[in-house]
């Protein structure tokens, strides 16, 4: 029985070790049914809410310079919240048994040192199903963790907020463009979490993430024996999501030939695993995103234009963090808050050039870049308030050079900003005032002029 529980098991593994998560996927996949493997544990938001695990072994340090297990035991106290019935298990390089009694107390129900030995590693995920199962608790069936909010308070974000809450009830298929960075996924789960099929799964697959090799067999799933590691039938994601959503993402990096099993999937509303000739009905709704220019792949023939009016038969532009206005301000607190909590250090406050030097930069990686700034200037501040200079963006910004009727003009707006903002003794909103631009505009040109 025991066996047979850890037969029907989906794991996590979430380890920096590469040579780690190779290892344990190499043992894990022959004893259960699904194994994910996981490097950076600041992905596990977007992740526990694509996918629901029975087991989630969880490494205790991320940063080869810290071995206090501090980051494991915050990452546990999130997973308690982001997946309340997934049995996690702790490991570590380091036998701490002082470690091992903290994690124990946050909710951990097992703790491995590594290097582990196989059987004893496979015996405890056994006993942790075996617990679980005791509970009275099935198995899949947790609580589904809220999405992350769409946060934003500009023109456009509240016009797409509206949009989404009328999309969402229905069962119409949804094309998510924009940039990289600007939120594609979370819309996506709002979408979910907000329609008819909110109670059913939520299934993402990263389209470009996958080779032609392996596309079928990870939409349509397979059969045993169907090619030489298939040792056991396994569906695919268009199963794994029946009665829901399921999320492609990156589509437009799909092959032609990819493009067209997808599409046949669509019309005919069913899937064959590779090794089958039975086909399978599904019923799913299709959110689908991409960064590429999809129109104009489509000219230039590189995009099939009946799949592209399957997968948009509403469509949804997000806009680039650089056109959302003072949502910068707004996503940089947030972020702040958010990281401080995480390392355990009082909230930052953001000093006037430093909210200007934000306001001004582009974000060429949108919200995700604004989020990795944040998060490193956090770790690095030793102040209670973050400077201009505390700011180290991930990209360098380029300007055109200037001629000199342009240094001229730059040089008395410079000037006539300086005197009104001494003028008005630092007062950005009765400076602005005087100067007949919004604060945001008056951030900008502090910003742009170091001032």
């Not at 400077?387 to 410079?414: H, I, N, R, W, Y």
């Amino acid at each position: 029985m025991a066996v047979q529980l850890l037969k029907k098991a989906s794991v996590l593994v979430v380890d920096d070790d590469a040579d780690v998560l190779t290892s344990m996927a190499m043992l894990l996949r022959r004893e259960v049914r699904l194994v994910h493997t996981e490097k950076n544990p600041e992905r596990l938001p977007a992740l526990l809410r694509q996918e629901t695990f029975d087991l989630i072994l969880l490494d205790m340090n991320y940063h080869r310079a810290v071995n206090t297990g501090n980051e494991g035991l915050y990452w546990l106290q999130q997973l308690r919240k982001l997946a309340p019935i997934s049995a996690v298990l702790l490991i570590t390089a380091y036998a701490d048994i002082d470690l091992a009694i903290r994690g124990l107390k946050d909710g951990a129900v097992d703790f491995l040192v590594k290097p582990w030995r196989n059987d004893k590693l496979l015996t405890s995920l056994t006993e942790a199903l075996s617990r679980r199962q005791a509970t009275d608790k099935p198995i899949n069936q947790s609580t589904k963790p809220t999405p992350l909010p769409l946060l934003g308070e500009s023109t456009a974000m509240q016009t797409l907020r509206r949009t989404i809450e009328k999309i969402a009830p229905t069962d119409a298929n949804v094309l998510i463009l924009g940039e990289n960075g600007t939120g594609k996924d979370v819309v996506a789960r709002l979408i979910h979490a907000q329609s008819m099929r909110a109670s059913q799964p939520f299934v993402a697959v990263d389209l470009g993430a996958l080779s032609e090799n392996l596309l079928e067999s990870e939409l349509f799933g397979y059969v045993k024996g169907a090619f030489t590691d298939a040792r056991q039938d396994r569906v695919g994601r268009f199963e794994a999501a029946a009665d829901g959503t399921l999320f492609l993402d990156e589509v437009g990096n799909l092959s032609l030939a990819g493009q067209t099993k997808l599409l046949t999937a669509l019309q005919q509303r069913q899937v064959t695993r590779l090794g089958s000739h039975t086909p399978v009905p599904v019923d799913v709704r299709v959110v689908s995103a991409t960064n590429a220019p999809l129109h104009q792949l489509v000219q230039t023939d590189r995009f099939r234009k009946d799949l592209v009016y399957r997968l948009n038969t509403i469509e949804l532009t997000l806009p680039p963090l650089r056109e959302r206005g003072d949502d910068i301000r707004l996503l940089a607190e947030h972020f702040l808050a958010q990281y401080a909590a995480k390392y355990g250090k009082p909230v930052p406050r953001l000093e006037g050039r430093a909210l200007a030097r934000l306001l001004n930069y582009r974000f060429p990686g949108n919200v995700r870049e604004l989020q990795h700034t944040m998060e490193r200037a956090v770790i690095l501040s030793e102040s209670s308030a973050l400077t201009a200079e505390d700011l180290v963006f991930s990209s360098v910004e380029t300007t055109l050079p200037a001629g000199p009727e342009t240094t001229q003009l730059a040089e008395l707006e410079k000037g006539t900003i300086q005197k009104v903002v001494d003028k008005h003794h630092g007062n950005i909103t009765k400076a602005a005032k005087e100067l007949g631009i919004t604060r945001m505009a008056l951030y900008r040109r502090l910003g742009k002029y170091d001032l």
